[in-house]
């Protein structure tokens, strides 16, 4: 199986490819929002550089969000788009439980909250219990970073924190008695091949936007205050 990962959720755009060898790539393209330009010449440079086609691909991975409203819709359409054309599987997976995923290979253990970054003074958030595997303790919501810091702060439990969510307001989570924090600023590339290779795959894949786009929102807000 040969499995093509798509990750354009946060600031960052990155792709990861699977061979049927097992044999792992992966790169971040960009970190400055610039999904449509290097998306589409991204995946076919890591292609060529593998000696593979388009058509070679068995299954491609896109994460769903949540994330940046703009980058999502730019991944899931190109994922969609390959996946129609080749006729190859679609499998989806979310940002948070990449985060979670990713800071399990590299041996956290215990709980973590992870964060990504939402503008707008808020963030994209989700708690996991990681031990013998990965599980979800709640649901992703949308919370003010402060909010999910006092929680933390008052819970006394130990808890390590992860995402670009936690690198924008580092110093506060910082501050969480009994927290550790570890560096992951884009959802980890890695564990979407790991899980899009053993996913069952969607007929289609459905955005997790938590909350209106930035563009609705502002429209919103002109049109109560003409």
């Known amino acids: ?17 699977r061979t049927a060898s097992g044999v792992e790539v992966v790169t971040v393209l960009d970190t400055e929002r610039r999904h449509t330009e290097v998306l589409s010449a991204g995946i076919a440079q890591m292609l060529t550089q593998a000696a593979l086609g388009p058509r070679d691909v ?17 991944g899931i359409a190109t994922a969609s788009a390959f996946a129609q054309a080749l006729g190859c599987e679609l499998v989806e997976v979310t940002s948070l439980e990449l985060l979670a995923h990713g800071a399990y290979d590299v041996g956290v253990r215990g709980r973590l909250v992870a964060a990504v970054d ?10 996991f219990n ?17 909010d999910v810091v006092i929680e933390w702060a008052t819970s ?5 924190f992860t995402g670009d969510g ?16 570890i560096t992951q600023s884009v959802p980890s590339l ?7 290779a053993t996913r ?7 955005p997790l936007y938590l909350r209106e786009a930035d563009a609705i929102a502002n429209f919103t807000t002109r049109e109560r205050n003409p």
Do not use: K, W
């Open 1 to 17: 199986m040969i499995v093509l990962a798509i990750e354009t959720a946060t600031t960052a755009c990155g792709v990861g490819l």
């Open 58 to 74: 068995t299954r491609v991975v896109v994460d769903r969000g949540p994330g940046l409203f703009t980058g999502l819709r730019v």
């Open 118 to 127: 939402g503008r707008r003074g808020e963030l994209f958030v989700q708690t």
């Open 130 to 146: 990681l031990d013998e595997q990965v599980e979800s303790v709640n649901e992703p919501v949308v919370a003010r970073p402060r």
């Open 156 to 160: 006394g439990a130990p808890v390590t």
């Open 166 to 181: 936690v690198a924008r307001y580092v110093e506060d989570f910082a501050a969480v008695p009994q927290g550790a924090l």
């Open 190 to 196: 890695h564990a979407a091949l790991a899980l899009g």
């Open 200 to 206: 069952t795959p969607s007929p289609v894949v459905t």
